[in-house]
């Protein structure tokens, strides 16, 4: 199980808005490049997003499901990445003076991503979740800016 923790210079809130936008689902999620079609219900538990990983001409349409809403504290996903297989994102949010701390906790749950020697996985998937949570940060910080611009 990969745990990567990051201090965010926005509000639980200002994080939930970003993660409740399907839309911007891949600008946040390393190795997601696009979002093909999202349920109208997400982010309710059960709704799917329909995206694709990848990079041109070598893009994959696969999908995520919402287990969890419960902002602005925590929100867990089970993501499909063919061929990999399937894992869970579990994310909390903790406010921390003006900003708030994230922990995102990523493992496989099933496909061949379980076979990885553990240690390899939680590697590639810290590397991997450094990255997506400070994109993360970018993508709450611009949504709250645009909510004080009254945009």
């Known amino acids: 199980?990969?745990?990567?923790?990051?201090?965010?210079?926005?509000?639980?809130?200002q994080v939930f808005v970003a993660l409740a936008d399907p839309w911007v689902y891949p600008t946040w999620v390393v190795g997601a490049?696009?979002?093909?079609?999202?349920?109208?219900s997400y982010p309710r538990p059960g709704s799917k997003l329909h995206h694709s990983i990848g990079v041109w001409p070598f893009v994959?349409?696969?999908?995520?499901?919402?287990?969890?809403?419960?902002?602005?504290?925590?929100?867990?996903?089970?993501a499909k990445t063919r061929p990999v297989g399937k894992e869970r994102v579990i994310i909390d949010v903790k406010?921390?003076?003006?900003?708030?701390?994230?922990?995102m906790e990523e493992y496989p749950v099933s496909g061949p991503a379980r076979l990885i020697p553990k240690p390899l996985a939680d590697l590639m998937l810290h590397i991997r979740n450094v990255e997506t949570l400070?994109?993360?940060?970018?993508v709450a910080r611009g949504r709250a800016a645009e909510q004080?611009?009254?945009?």
């Open 1 to 13: 199980m990969s745990v990567t923790v990051r201090e965010l210079d926005c509000t639980p809130e």
């Open 33 to 40: 490049s696009r979002l093909r079609a999202a349920e109208p």
């Open 60 to 78: 994959l349409d696969d999908e995520t499901v919402v287990e969890t809403w419960d902002p602005p504290r925590r929100m867990v996903l089970e």
């Open 95 to 103: 406010p921390r003076g003006a900003g708030c701390v994230v922990r």
């Open 134 to 138: 400070r994109r993360l940060e970018h």
């Open 148 to 151: 004080a611009r009254g945009e």
